[in-house]
Structures are given as structure tokens and as C-alpha cells.
């Protein structure tokens, strides 16, 4: 099957995962970003460092909403600058985990 060369500027990226509680025992995460496709020169900028910009920059200037977001009551979550902000804050590594996401679901994978 041949390749369309089509502009897809949109990507939905499941983040999943797990924390660990105050007692050591693992609680899972798992929910997803809507966040706009980058082309590989541009994810490189970040990853090389060459525009002086963080992974947390990346995701806040490449992201715009969620699902599966949850308050601490268990009510859904508004996505928002400072609820996102907030939730790549509360927990050390969690930009980390939706960055690596992003780079698996937004980019070409061998399919046998």
C-alpha cells in the first residue's frame, strides 16, 4: 500500500502509567492529551535543546485538552493552562511520561 503524504495536525496520546502511594503500593494513571502533531525537526529542537525550551514547555505549548481527568472528589477535570500546569507539577517525571507518549504516538512504527 503507498503512502499519502497528508498533514495530520492533530494527535489524541495515551498516557499511562503508575505512582506510587504513601505506602509504596503502585496506583495506576491513564488518560489522554489532545495535542498538536509536530514534525520531527521540530520535536528534535526540544529534545536537542537547540531553542532553550523544556519538555514541560513543549507539552504546554502543544496541548489543548484531555479526557479521562479527574479531580480529587473523582469529578471530570477542565482542562486548563493551570490545571495542566498543575498536574505536570504535582508529581515528579509525569511530563516526562506525557512526553514519551507524545514521541510513540505521534510518530511511524514498524508494522510486520
Known amino acids: 500500500m503507498a503512502h499519502r503524504l497528508i498533514v495530520r495536525n492533530k ?3 495515551h498516557v499511562k502509567g503508575e505512582l506510587k502511594d504513601e505506602d509504596g503500593s503502585p496506583v495506576e494513571f491513564d488518560f489522554h492529551l489532545h495535542c498538536k ?3 520531527q525537526e521540530e520535536i528534535n529542537k526540544v529534545v536537542g535543546g537547540k ?3 523544556t519538555i514541560k514547555d513543549f507539552l504546554k505549548e502543544n496541548t489543548d485538552g484531555w479526557d479521562d ?4 472528589s473523582g469529578a471530570p477535570l477542565p482542562f486548563t493552562p493551570e ?4 498536574m505536570l507539577n504535582q508529581d515528579a517525571g ?3 511520561v506525557c512526553f514519551q ?3 510513540r504516538d505521534s510518530g511511524a512504527v514498524v508494522k510486520n
Not at 481527568?69 to 480529587?72: F, K, R
Not at 490545571?83 to 498543575?86: A, G, H, R, Y
Open 94 to 96: 509525569m511530563g516526562m
Open 37 to 39: 502533531r509536530k514534525t
Open 51 to 53: 531553542d532553550g525550551k
Open 83 to 86: 490545571n495542566f500546569d498543575s
Open 101 to 103: 507518549s507524545y514521541l
Open 11 to 13: 494527535i489524541k496520546v
Open 69 to 72: 481527568m479527574q479531580d480529587v
